[in-house]
Every structure is written in C-alpha cells, then in structure tokens.
C-alpha cells in the first residue's frame, strides 16, 4: 500500500492543488491529512471540497477545531485569530459539519497512526507540539501501545518537516529527508513522522511538502513541490487576514530586506511570531 501523508494546508488553494497534482503522478492507494485544514488562507470551502472528493482520511487540527467552536483560541496570534473569524463567516455549513465530524485520531489498516499534534495525551493533542524529545517520548510509549500494531505515527502541527526514530529504548537523531529522499523502515523501530505543511511555510523553503509511506517496502519519501504563493497571500491582504506590513513596499525592496533578515537568522524568528 502506498499512503500519501499531508498536512496543515490552512486553506491555501493553490498548494493544495499542486500537491493533489503530485499526487495524482504517484498512485497511490489512500490519502491522509494530518489537520489545519483551513486558517491563516481564504480558501477553506475549495480546500475541504478537494479533500472530500478525493476521499481523504483527515484527523481534526486545532484550527479546525477553533472554527468550529470545539476549542478556544488561547495561544493564538491575532492573525491565526482574525482567520478563524474570517473563516466562520465565509465557510457553509455543511463544511463546517464536516470539519466538526473528524476525529482527533485515526489509524490506517495496522500501518500508520494519524494525529494533528500528537499522539499521547487522550484530551487536547490537536494542541501538544512534538518539538522535543520528552514529547515525542510519551507519543513514542503511545505508538507502541497502541491497539493497531502501527509503529509508524504520522503528526503535523508544527509545519517542519521530520523522521524521528526510536529503537531500543532511545530515540536517535533525526532522520534528514530531503526531496525525493527515501527513509528506509527498520524492523523493531517506531517512527514518528511529520510531512510539513502544504500551505503555510514557516522555514525560507516555500515549497509544499508531503510524505510517501510504502508499507510494501516499508519506506518513507519526501515530496516538494512548488506552487505560485503570491496568489494565496495576496487573498489574504485583500480579506483583511494578512496584515499589510511590507506590503506596501517595492517588491524588489521587500525581497532585499527578506534575504537581509535570513542573512543574521531573523526571518524565521519574525515570522514564526508573526504565525505562530
């Protein structure tokens, strides 16, 4: 079986897009998405039709659950808060439904574990982050509990791409996966997996990621594919959601003072601020 892994598409259209595209190219048996289904993007409506037309397994991500009230907004960025009320007014409700029907936890025929943000605590893991290894070990001692014999747990959440492995009681390095990178799944070991995000970028890579899961040959793939992001940002100036910023800058202008902050390892902290 062949499983496409995706996540965290926050209602970005033309990623989504792109990324179904590629998809299409690799036959794949099923697809997953990990949650954060919209927010952030002004397309939530066309983003959950192509995931439903597809026939995507989804699990339900914190911002899904915000905008269909089932969560609070606490921690929230007032951009991530100014989406969810955006998104409520403009989602129909039979999408809202939708977003409000799907499970915080699924699990694909004995191979792989879906989560949002992880996998160990029974009440709020849309919200826990895997960012650290004492996280990642109790959703390790999770995976390996778990009724399904899964030793593969696929998360999102936090928008970077990673292959964590845990063998023998310790877990290792992180697995670097670059595009078109094959991780080959050792017997004994447990896995977790984040595929990063299809359309909202936290790192300088704006391209949009997903994960290839063979449990034939028991490997794991990265996908990167790009897509034209001007598009998805734009909507959101004009919906008011993406504060303007450096917008009203030359482009040339806002690109030299991007490369500047990357340059003395600002832009990823500014922007996650601004994100998070």
């Not at 909202?200 to 594919?225: G, I, N, W």
């Not at 897509?227 to 303007?244: C, H």
Request: charged content about 25%; proline content about 4%.
């Amino acid at each position: 079986m062949r499983i496409a892994i995706l996540s965290d598409i926050h209602a970005n259209l033309e990623a989504l897009q792109a990324v179904l595209g590629a998809i299409a190219e690799e036959g794949v048996d099923r697809l997953v998405c990990l949650g954060d289904i919209v927010g952030y993007n002004t397309d939530p409506g066309a983003c959950v039709a192509l995931l439903r037309d597809a026939g995507a397994l989804c699990v339900a991500g914190n911002h899904d659950r915000a905008v269909t009230r089932q969560i609070g907004m606490d921690g929230f960025s007032a951009r991530a808060i100014r989406a969810v009320f955006w998104t409520r007014r403009h989602l129909a409700p039979d999408d809202t439904a939708w977003l409000s029907a799907l499970p915080l936890k699924a699990a694909v025929e004995g191979q792989l574990v879906a989560v949002h943000g992880a996998l160990h605590p029974d009440i709020g893991c849309e919200l826990v982050r895997l960012d650290g290894d004492g996280e990642r070990r109790l959703s390790f001692a999770a995976l390996a509990a778990h009724p399904s014999g899964a030793r593969v747990c696929a998360y999102g959440h936090t928008h970077r791409l990673g292959v964590h492995e845990y063998r023998d009681g310790a877990i290792l390095a992180p697995i670097l996966a670059h595009d078109g990178d094959e991780v080959a799944l050792r017997p004994g070991s447990y896995y977790l997996v984040n595929p990063g995000t299809v359309g909202e970028p936290r790192t300088a890579e704006r391209r949009a990621t997903f994960m290839l899961l063979d449990t034939a040959r028991q490997t794991l793939s990265v996908r990167r594919v790009a897509y034209d992001d001007t598009l998805a940002f734009a909507k959101t100036r004009r919906a008011g959601i993406e504060p303007r910023r450096l917008a009203g800058l030359p482009a040339p202008l806002r690109a030299a003072i991007k490369a500047g902050l990357r340059r003395v390892g600002l832009y990823e902290v500014l922007l996650k601020a601004f994100n998070s």
